[in-house]
């Protein structure tokens, strides 16, 4: 099971969503309005995100990681309310 980082849950903070480990096979988060509708289920398992590789490589390899995330996923990031848009910001 994967463990939501600090990271994590602050920008969900910052964005208004709250989020909990995902029931998905093969997801890391399931994020949820305020009133507790689900809005998404985020992230692959066995794929790397900025806070894993924050904590596991350092701060310079990890904001390398995320220009070139966002470079290539800027498209997904247009559809409000898409997992797409919330991998972006909670993950990235």
Known sequence: ?????????????????EIYPSQVKGK????YNKRGQKIASIG??????YPSILEKYGLQFAKQRQRLYKARHK??????NSPGYWASKILW
């Open 1 to 17: 099971m994967y463990r939501i980082k600090p990271y994590s849950y602050r920008q969900a903070k910052k964005y208004g969503v």
């Open 28 to 31: 890391k988060i399931d994020v």
């Open 44 to 49: 692959a398992l066995g794929y790397l995100d």
């Open 75 to 80: 498209k997904n990031r247009i559809v409000k």
